[in-house]
């Protein structure tokens, strides 16, 4: 169940100096990480713009030729009676067929769309050695290696012995294995005190999402929207509930939260039904 959650215990870990200098090295490494990505994200835009452009011209005539050639041999057709003409028909036919596949426009769209099926599928590889695929623990040590080294990423920060916690685990391992597109990762709240005061978690469970190592001001915080429990938007402020056993109002689909991820911007909408 969704509980405040208190660092009252913990934060002593961490002296004054320490949080300076790591929140000091982790907000540069984050502004570096921004400005970079930001620029390579722009010129990664206009090449596929144009890319785009260039494939619907070459289609558009491949379609306007097909279109011509058609005519033509309807018109032709028309004037053609008994067995003799039609099997020239067919011929002639063949032979479009055959100049259609020495078409220079239709195989660079061919070509094109063979690099980007390898493209696609070259990312996808990349990705799944970066962990994406899985749903994964990592450790406070890890957790800007991780955020900084996908481009989108879900960390969850739990309890052990909170149920609502093992409930959202259950949706983000599912959510992990189809979409690849974002990292789902979990960080155990009470053995990450630095980033669970740096990022101002309050309640268990919430997903905080990244992109390119910047947060997204809107988070999930408990249920709050997945569920049709009233009492969500009270938990969600003040941690109300009194214990951390899940109850039948904890139910929501798997698709609820995609949405709400979705929503957020960290993973591409799918139909419902591939997310259950």
């Not at 005539?61 to 039609?86: C, Y």
């Not at 493209?119 to 996808?124: A, G, I, L, S, Y």
């Not at 409930?167 to 979990?186: G, T």
């Amino acid at each position: 169940m969704t509980a405040k959650f208190s660092m009252a215990n913990t934060s002593g870990l961490f002296d004054s100096a320490a949080h300076v200098e790591a929140s000091d090295r982790m907000q540069g490494a984050m502004e570096e990480l921004k400005v970079k990505n930001e620029r390579q994200e722009k010129i990664r835009a206009q090449q596929q713009e144009q890319q785009e452009k260039e494939e619907k011209q070459r289609a558009r005539r491949v379609e306007e030729a097909l279109a011509a050639k058609a005519v033509q041999q309807k018109e032709d057709g028309s004037f053609i009676k008994g067995q003799q003409q039609e099997e020239e028909l067919d011929s002639d036919d063949e032979a479009m067929l055959d100049e259609l596949d020495e078409d220079p426009e239709l195989e660079r769209i061919r070509a094109a769309r063979l690099k980007q099926l390898k493209n696609e599928f070259e990312e996808k590889q990349s990705l799944m050695a970066k962990g994406h695929g899985e749903f994964r623990e990592i450790s406070q040590d890890e957790f800007l290696t991780e955020v900084t080294g996908s481009p989108l990423v879900a960390v969850h920060f739990y309890h052990r012995d909170f149920e609502r916690c093992k409930i959202m685990d259950m949706h983000l391992a599912k959510l992990a294995r189809s979409h690849i597109e974002c990292k789902f990762v979990k960080l155990n709240a009470e053995k990450a005190p630095f980033f669970v005061e740096k990022l101002a978690i309050r309640v268990l469970p919430t997903v905080v999402c990244f992109k390119d190592g910047v947060a997204f001001p809107e988070r999930v915080i408990g249920f709050d929207g997945l569920t049709d429990d009233e009492e969500e938007a009270e938990i969600a402020n003040f941690g109300s509930r009194s214990n951390h056993h899940a109850t039948s109002s904890d139910n929501f689909p798997t698709a609820a939260l995609a949405r709400k991820m979705a929503e957020i911007g960290a993973i591409r909408e799918k139909d419902e039904a591939d997310e259950e």
